[in-house]
């Protein structure tokens, strides 16, 4: 009988730890939508705002231009000279891509016999291929931001994990724990 109670209590604490580390991811890390199109929902033909257009940038100019003073175009060709000139990766193709959607740039390389293809747009895209097969950026995310994600993909030994201080935001999950990556 004892032997059964400890099988039992060891499936309990195993399933309290998944249901905690589940809870903790989905409560901290699914963000709503920040723009998009009402969707045609009795509650939004009763406000009248069916296919308006919600959330999405700012039509204050001036201060998108003080806030990222690069254009989508010129953020990556400035992307591709850093990766080109940091980390040695010759032969980077640069495409853009303009549709109603939005606009996207592209940088594509092999290294050690693997493709890389970097999206940098100023849309989201839900497309399972898109979201498997690239490394997706924002066009407000910084340069910096890009080339530290893109040297912790491309040079994963560089880069070690550490638990959480009190109050600051963890950045991935290790072993169901909040983690920081750092610089070895």
């Not at 980077?92 to 959607?101: K, V």
């Amino acid at each position: 009988m004892k032997f059964q109670e400890e099988i039992n209590n060891h499936y309990k604490q195993r399933k309290d730890f998944i249901e905690k580390s589940f809870d903790y991811t989905c409560d901290n890390f699914i963000e709503k939508a920040r723009s998009g199109v009402y969707k045609d929902t009795p509650e939004n033909r009763k406000l009248g705002r069916v296919g308006q257009k919600y959330g999405g940038k700012k039509e204050d100019n001036n201060k998108s231009q003080k806030d990222n003073p690069l254009t989508l175009k010129e953020k990556t060709e400035k992307l591709r000279n850093i990766l080109i000139n940091k980390f040695g990766i010759d032969h980077i193709g640069l495409t853009h891509s303009e549709t109603d959607f939005g606009d996207s740039s592209y940088l594509t390389w092999y290294m050690e016999d693997e493709l890389y293809k970097v999206r940098i747009s100023d849309h989201e895209s839900t497309n399972v291929h898109r979201v498997e097969n690239e490394i997706m950026f924002k066009d407000t995310d910084t340069i910096e931001k890009m080339i530290f994600t893109l040297e912790q993909i491309m040079f994963p030994e560089r880069f070690t994990f550490r638990p959480t201080k009190k109050g600051e935001k963890p950045t991935h999950i290790k072993f169901g724990k909040p983690s920081v990556i750092i610089r070895k």
